[in-house]
C-alpha cells in the first residue's frame, strides 16, 4: 500500500479547485471592493499548497509551479487594490463625515467625536469603540458607508435616550440617595460609579416589569449610555451639587471599579470611580 492519504489528498485537490474557481471569476471591479477578502483567500490557497500530502506529493509538479505562479500573479493584483482601498478609505470617511465631526488619527486608527475607529485589514473588519478601545459598540465589515452609518445611528440613540437632560440628572441623584439609605452611608459620600449604575438601572424599570420581570419588559441601560448621560450631566447641568472622583491609573484597568466618560465631543475623556451629591 502507498504510504499517504489518497482519500485526503482527493480531498485537498478538491478544496484547491474551488478556491482557483473563486478567485479566477471574482471580477476585479469586485476585488477592488474588497481586496482583504481575496487576500485572506489568497492566504488560505497558499496553506493548502504546503500542506501534506499536496507538497509531498506534487510540490515538484508542473502542476505546483502553476498553481503557485497565478498565485502570485493573483497577488500582486490584490497588493494593487489594497494599496488603492487604502489611500481612498480615509478621504472617503472625511467625506461621509463631514458635518458629524473632525476625523483624526492614522490607520489602522482613526478617531471622530467620542468614537475610535480600529481597522482589522487582515480579517477585513473594523471595531468601533466608544472612547478609549475599552466598551466596544460593534464590529462591522470595512466599508466606509458601513462604518459611518453605524456610528451616526449609534450616536443619535444616545442623544434621544432620554428628553432632556434632566431626566437623568435626577434618575442618578435618586440612584444616590436609594444607595445610601440602603447602605446607611451619610449623604456626600462617595459611591462608585458602577454601584450608581446598578441602582439607576432598578429605577428605570417599569411598572410592567416589576410586576412581571421578564426580560421582554427590561429597559436595558449600557455602560456607554451612562458615560453619555454623565458627560451631558457635566456640561449641562453644573449648577446640580456633584462631584465625579477621578480613577487611579491603576483603577482604570478594572471596569468593575471605573467608567470612562468624555470630556468634550472632540473625543477627550477622563476614567471617574465614584460620584457624591451633597445636600
Known amino acids: 500500500m502507498p504510504n499517504f492519504n489518497l482519500d485526503k489528498l482527493i480531498s485537498q485537490l478538491n478544496k484547491i479547485k474551488k478556491q482557483l474557481d473563486y478567485i479566477d471569476k471574482t471580477p476585479a471591479e469586485i476585488i477592488a471592493l474588497k481586496p482583504y477578502e481575496f487576500d485572506n483567500q489568497l492566504t488560505e490557497l497558499r496553506k493548502?499548497?504546503?500542506s501534506t500530502p499536496f507538497i509531498e506529493l506534487l510540490g515538484e509538479t508542473s502542476l505546483y509551479n502553476e498553481i503557485k505562479n497565478f498565485c502570485e500573479q493573483e497577488q500582486q493584483k490584490v497588493n494593487k487594490f489594497k494599496e488603492e482601498f487604502h489611500f481612498g478609505l480615509g478621504t472617503q470617511l472625511k467625506e461621509l463625515f463631514a458635518g458629524f465631526g473632525e476625523l483624526k488619527g492614522q490607520l489602522p486608527v482613526l478617531r471622530i467625536k467620542f468614537y475610535t475607529i480600529r481597522f482589522d485589514f487582515s480579517n477585513g473588519e473594523t471595531i468601533i469603540w466608544w472612547g478609549p478601545e475599552k466598551e466596544m459598540v460593534k464590529k462591522v465589515s470595512l466599508e466606509p458607508?458601513?462604518?459611518c452609518q453605524t456610528i451616526k445611528s449609534f450616536d443619535d440613540a444616545l442623544i434621544v435616550f432620554w428628553e432632556n437632560s434632566v431626566d437623568f440628572t435626577?434618575?442618578?441623584?435618586?440612584?444616590y440617595q436609594r444607595y445610601i439609605k440602603i447602605n446607611n452611608l451619610e449623604s456626600g459620600t462617595k459611591i462608585g460609579l458602577l454601584e450608581i449604575l446598578t441602582e439607576c438601572v432598578m429605577l428605570m424599570q417599569s411598572q410592567t416589569f416589576k410586576s412581571d420581570p421578564t426580560k421582554s419588559h427590561f429597559t436595558d441601560y449600557s455602560r456607554i449610555q451612562y458615560s453619555f448621560d454623565l458627560f451631558k450631566m457635566k456640561t449641562t447641568a453644573p449648577q446640580q451639587n456633584f462631584q465625579l472622583t477621578v480613577a487611579t491609573f491603576a483603577i482604570t484597568e478594572?471596569?468593575?471599579?471605573?467608567l470612562w466618560v468624555p470630556d468634550n465631543e472632540q473625543g477627550d475623556g477622563t476614567y471617574y470611580q465614584s460620584i457624591a451629591f451633597k445636600e
Request: a positive charge.
Open 48 to 50: 493548502t499548497l504546503t
Open 170 to 175: 435626577n434618575i442618578v441623584k435618586s440612584a
Open 254 to 258: 478594572d471596569r468593575t471599579k471605573s
Open 145 to 147: 458607508e458601513t462604518i
